[in-house]
């Protein structure tokens, strides 16, 4: 059974910073690309960020760039999301998500990924 399990979220002062992680177990982590995906209050579905099965391709959204940056562990089965000089926008659930196919090419596109965790909500406020 794929399993996704987020941590580290929390309430954060804008400026601030918080690091995700996203443990992941039931199948082959290192044979697929993984995103971070959030749902901010009364908003849709937005992609923040993909890293490639190997970890040398990442990518991030416009509104991201230059302030988060995603990793992962494939010794540990975990993926990550730094998130530094957090601002009220960020406010959402963070959910890690796997990418449906097995060996597939990281992608922005949310309907590519068929399994998520729970989420773990990160607020920004002062």
């Known amino acids: 059974e794929v399993q996704l399990v987020e941590s580290g979220g929390g309430l954060v002062q804008p400026g601030g910073s918080l690091r995700l992680s996203c443990a992941a177990s039931?199948?082959?982590?290192?044979?697929?690309?993984m995103s971070w995906i959030r749902r901010a209050p009364g908003k849709g579905l937005e992609w923040v960020s993909f890293?490639?099965?190997?970890?040398?391709?990442?990518s991030y959204a416009e509104s991201v760039k230059g302030r988060f940056t995603i990793s992962r562990d494939d010794a540990e089965n975990t993926l990550y999301l730094q998130m530094n000089s957090l601002k009220s926008e960020d406010t959402a659930v963070y959910y890690c998500?796997?990418?449906?196919?097995?060996?597939?090419?990281?992608?922005?596109?949310?309907?590519?990924?068929?399994?998520w965790g729970q989420g773990t909500q990160v607020t920004v406020s002062s």
């Open positions: 039931g199948f082959t982590f290192g044979d697929y690309a």
């Open positions: 890293i490639s099965r190997n970890g040398v391709r990442t």
């Open positions: 998500a796997r990418r449906t196919s097995r060996y597939g090419l990281a992608s922005r596109d949310v309907g590519d990924y068929a399994d």
